[in-house]
């Protein structure tokens, strides 16, 4: 079987504090988006097999889609093995998500190959979490609200789908010096200092523009190149222009929907340019599995 494994955007990013076991304390707003990975997955052999065509990334214990497999089949040992093809098109150390939602789709695709029930929501989502902070939020997906370490996952009723750019320069960001360096600056404050945006009842796409990315400031002082091409999307004339995450993809809405990416491929050079869309809980079943 085949899986589709979505990226995410932050559109709204606070770091509220350092918590004790050495995590920040986030208030983020996760929406899923349509750039996505594939993910082969298929029972057989013994142990975990993996491998990866399209980026430079280890298919071994590294990877967080090998962990997830070798944690389901702990967990759930109804088959002696798996292999897994994974096909890379989100970028590395960008701020979607992209292991992370690897990981999830492998925990999520293998309950749905291996007919494991429905009842396992719970035991999954602790798998998940125990991967990595992002991990829960990939087995919910649409529109959530993520607190704690950004893995207490409240879903919150959709936004209407809409065009979302998403522009990524070549670079890595590794997001723990990121958290690092955020924390070197604020001195370990409690609260962060621009204050909490209230979320109502619902979210709408004009609150949504209203949010913020604590973590940005520190990545456009230490990466002028982030820099330049946020300067470079605020003049093609997108409205909203924020950092996913730690960085380094830039997320750009626009008023009216831009025919083709040229424009923005000449003004970010070097950069990998999407056009995607925004994806609804309904769309991400609908579209989850290829075939
Ligand atoms: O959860 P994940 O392993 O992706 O996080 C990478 C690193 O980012 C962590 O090791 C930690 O240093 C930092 N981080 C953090 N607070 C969070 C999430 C991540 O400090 N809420």
Not at 57 to 70: G, I, K, M, S, Y
Not at 131 to 155: N, Y
Request: with cysteine.
């Amino acid at each position: 079987m085949i899986y589709r494994s979505f990226a995410k955007v932050n559109l709204h990013l606070e770091v509220l504090g350092l918590r004790p076991d050495g995590y920040h304390e986030l208030r983020t707003l996760f929406q899923s988006v349509d750039l996505c990975d594939l993910v082969h997955l298929e029972i057989g052999g013994s142990g975990v097999r993996l491998a990866v065509a399209g980026q430079a990334l280890p298919a071994d214990e590294r990877n967080l889609a090998h962990q997830a497999a070798t944690a389901f089949l702990a967990a759930w040992p109804v088959a002696d093995g798996v292999r897994i093809t994974l096909e890379k098109n989100i970028p590395l150390g960008g701020g979607l998500g992209g292991g992370s939602s690897n990981a999830a789709t492998v925990l999520q695709g293998l309950r749905h190959l291996l007919g494991v029930q429905q009842s396992t929501d719970a035991r999954l989502e602790e798998l998940g979490r125990a991967l990595g902070a992002d991990v829960p939020f990939f087995l919910t997906g649409g529109l959530a609200l993520g607190s704690g370490r950004g893995d207490e996952i409240l879903p919150l009723p959709d936004l209407p789908e809409r065009e979302i750019w998403l522009v990524t320069p070549a670079l890595e960001v590794s997001t723990a010096s990121v958290f690092q360096e955020f924390r070197e600056l604020t001195g370990d404050r409690e609260v962060s200092s621009m204050g909490s945006l209230v979320w109502g009842e619902g979210v709408d796409w004009e609150m949504a523009a209203r949010g913020w990315n604590d973590l940005q400031p520190i990545v456009m002082r230490r990466f002028p190149e982030v820099c330049r091409v946020y300067n470079a999307l605020v003049e093609a004339g997108a409205r909203t222009v924020r950092l996913s995450g730690s960085g380094a993809t830039w997320l750009a809405l626009f008023d009216d929907s831009i025919e083709s990416s040229d424009l923005l491929t000449a003004l970010a050079p070097g950069c990998r340019v999407f056009r995607a869309r925004t994806l609804t809980r309904t769309s991400l079943q609908r579209l989850r599995v290829v075939h």
